[in-house]
Structures are given as structure tokens and as C-alpha cells.
């Protein structure tokens, strides 16, 4: 719970927070360092065990650092939404259905983009 209004975060808040702020640096964090950047009051061991969540998750890395850790992000924001799209794709049976309802979904400028991308790549090996 929140501490001021005694309400729940939304699921993923704190991850989105920490992630953001190790995407922020210009190297790898320790928790100490990350939670100075995070604007929620947050205990130490609150963003450990964040970002030890987020490496079990492979989205940090982490090294050693003195007694400790020191965690950097495996991807910016979007390579991270790429992984999440390709999870959800993984999860389905019929992985043309996901595509087909996904592409018929996009907004003609998103279909203008993604065809261009397509059209850049050339051919692809099955």
C-alpha cells in the first residue's frame, strides 16, 4: 500500500519506476543509487527486491558491486515492448490469427510504418 493514501499501485508501477530510472543512467545502478532517483519514497530493500524480480525476469543485468549489486537495464523501452510483443505472440496457437488481428487493428499511419519496415528488411528466410 501506498503509505499516504492507503491505496495499491497499479500492478507494475514500481517496475516501470525502477526501469525507467536505470534507462535514465549512464551506467549500472545500485539499489541505493536508483532509489535517489525514484520520486516515491521507496525503502532500499523495496527497489532490491524490484530489481532482483526484474533480473529473474532477464530485463537487468547485474554485476558485483563491493557487498552488493549494481543492475543495468538488458534493453530501452523499446526493445523492451518488442520482448513483450514476442511473449504474447509466443503464448498463442495460431500465430497467424495474432498477426493478421493485429495488423488490421493498426492505425494507417502504424500500417504505413510497419510496411515500410517490412519493405526495408527484404525477403526473410522461413
Do not use: C
Not at 525514484?38 to 532490491?48: D, I, K, P, S
Not at 537487468?60 to 514476442?86: F, I, N
Not at 493478421?100 to 494507417?108: K, Q, Y
Amino acid at each position: 500500500m501506498t503509505e499516504q493514501h492507503g491505496e495499491r499501485r497499479p500492478a507494475g508501477e514500481l517496475e516501470a519506476d525502477v526501469l525507467a530510472a536505470l534507462w535514465a543512467a549512464r551506467g549500472p545502478l545500485t539499489p541505493n543509487e536508483v532509489r535517489d532517483m525514484l520520486t516515491a519514497a521507496l525503502a532500499r530493500t523495496t527497489v532490491t527486491t524490484i530489481l532482483t524480480r526484474l533480473y529473474e525476469k532477464d530485463l537487468v543485468t547485474r554485476t558485483r558491486k563491493g557487498r552488493g549489486y549494481a543492475y543495468a537495464p538488458v534493453t530501452d523501452g523499446a526493445g523492451l515492448h518488442a520482448r513483450r510483443m514476442h511473449a504474447e505472440l509466443n503464448r498463442g496457437e495460431d500465430r497467424g490469427s495474432v498477426l493478421a488481428r493485429f495488423v488490421s487493428d493498426l492505425a494507417p499511419e502504424d500500417e504505413a510504418v510497419l510496411r515500410s519496415l517490412l519493405e526495408s528488411e527484404g525477403p526473410t528466410q522461413p
